[in-house]
């Protein structure tokens, strides 16, 4: 692949399935598959999606190879620290369960204290009125649009950590199994990483070159890009590797 001639070979390839050369994907048999730096394969290719990903044609994603997806359940307002819900999560949940899919949710969290984080789960949970998921249900933390001026900015990452706990308790509690989406910065640098190691991680890290992210601690699905696109898909759409 290292090669000019083998690498246009490869992007008529993808861009002939509607793949984007932004990631290291090939097809095998007609299937994608990603390889990283070392050029050790994925076990499985997923995405993660919400309602600005629009239609979604779930059988095209199944047949190209995608295997697995994060579906948003809702959010808070990093401002107004109102609940909201996503239009199209049943429509998501449905269409890629009867698809094959494996299926997980995220409910983007910009609480404030672990009251909050229970409130959040439990909209998780009721949203989901028992749709059974594959994978867990994820706290998603980042620092807001707005930093350092979202409610959730200026918590220390003992907080953080506590706003985690209370949620995936929550879940637990439930019946569902529940973790953690952050960015490799976050872990690092916002929250107290000891007290959430215990957790499934789903970690965001933006590499170039196919590299695996330098975090040293485990990790269950790596968020790889925000700016895949493949046939199915209306515009770019995050993309998640599992090894």
Known sequence: MKKL???GLLLVLLLSIGI????DLMTRDGV???FDENGREAREIGLDVSFYNNQIDWTALKNQGFSF????LGGRGWGTGSLYGDRQTQTYLRGAQEAGLKVGAYFYSAAINPTEAVEEASQSLHTLNGFPLDLPLYIDMELTGDYPNGRSDRLSAGERADIVEAFCE???AAGYDAGL???EAYLRYSIDEEAVRYLPLWMASYTVDNKLPSYIDSYDVWQQSDSCRAGGVDGPFDFNIMF
Not at 20 to 23: F, I, L, V
Not at 69 to 72: A, D, E, L, S
């Open 170 to 172: 929550t879940v637990r």
């Open 69 to 72: 997806v994060m579906v948003r």
């Open 181 to 183: 989406y952050a960015s």
């Open 20 to 23: 984007s050369a932004g990631a």
């Open 5 to 7: 001639a083998s690498f």
């Open 32 to 34: 994608l598959c990603y």
